[in-house]
């Protein structure tokens, strides 16, 4: 977030849980907000004060009755400040099972681990923070001989860690794909900073970019209802045998990603939860493999 005016939308949980929060979260993430924080009983969401919109986010909050909560909101501007200057001095490295770490530049005195990969931290984008994101790292590090030498697709990259870190683990071609122009930016930025960028490819657009060519490895680490919508879309460009690690859900949505993957002959292979969140991966099989 830069200096800029922004919308501050405080929207107030009644009864406040972290799950609520998170679920409503990722509904306005729909939206182009840039930054949310849960300072209970109220959920804060950014936006530049040009792209906010009252309608969208009553549209938005109106499908959200079905919480067992009461949701109430309000919208104030607050005046231009150095938002990413004041949320670095915050920012801790991210050390992922001792062999990945997640450091910015103003980090000092970080011990190196086996993959090491600096990112300038966007709000927006990620910073390995998450529980998606540490899971989907801890997968993929399990999956280092299916990484290596074989062609990997980063789908919804934001700063593009689990590209780079596909990368670092000597995947031979890797694909980072966002929808958000910005969020593709910063990826490029980020894997030429990691000296990764003549293996890591960023482009701007959704899943219908997966035709141009077929993978190895799919990480996908994004909203339930986008995976579940685009799923098929995945399964046509994943080589036989070929892996997928989804994430972005909580652990009561697995029946839901299980049961729309099961028909496109994905096999699960490996389920993590961490704090009521999942990752899960999964293996394309062959029709006769499926059915038997």
């Not at 949701?71 to 005046?79: G, T």
């Not at 910073?127 to 919804?156: C, K, P, Y």
């Not at 990764?196 to 997966?210: F, K, M, Q």
Request: charged fraction near 25%; glycine fraction near 8%.
């Amino acid at each position: 977030m830069n200096s800029q005016e922004y919308i501050e939308l405080s929207i107030r949980i009644d009864p406040f849980s972290e799950e609520l929060a998170e679920i409503l979260t990722s509904e306005i993430a729909e939206l182009p907000f840039e930054a949310f924080s849960s300072e209970a009983p109220y959920l804060k969401c950014y936006i530049q004060k040009d792209l906010y919109k009252a309608q969208d986010v009553k549209v938005v909050l109106s499908g959200m009755t079905g919480l067992g909560a009461a949701i109430s909101w309000e919208a104030n501007l607050i005046q231009g400040r150095n938002w990413n200057r004041e949320w670095e001095s915050e920012f801790s490295p991210i050390v992922v099972d001792g062999t990945v770490t997640i450091k910015a530049p103003f980090n000092k005195d970080v011990p190196r681990t086996r993959f090491n990969i600096w990112i300038e931290p966007e709000m927006a984008f990620g910073t390995g923070s998450h529980h998606t994101t540490f899971m989907m790292m801890q997968q993929m590090l399990a999956l280092e001989n299916d990484i290596r030498d074989h062609v990997v697709l980063d789908m919804g990259c934001g700063t593009a860690i689990l590209g780079i870190l596909a990368a670092k683990m000597r995947a031979s071609k890797v694909y980072a794909i966002d929808i958000d122009a910005v969020a593709a930016r910063s990826a490029w930025g980020n894997a030429r900073w990691n000296r990764v960028g003549s293996r890591i490819r960023t482009l701007c657009g959704d899943a219908s970019l997966l035709q141009m060519g077929s993978y190895d490895i799919i990480l996908a680490n994004i909203h339930r209802n986008i995976i579940i919508e685009d799923l098929p879309t995945y399964v046509r460009s994943l080589r036989k045998g070929g892996r997928i690690l989804l994430s972005g859900f909580f652990e009561t949505d697995i029946p839901a990603v299980l049961d729309a993957a099961a028909p496109l002959g994905l096999s699960p292979f490996r389920t993590l939860t961490r704090e009521g969140w999942a990752c899960v991966g999964m293996e394309k099989v062959g029709e006769s493999e499926k059915n038997n």
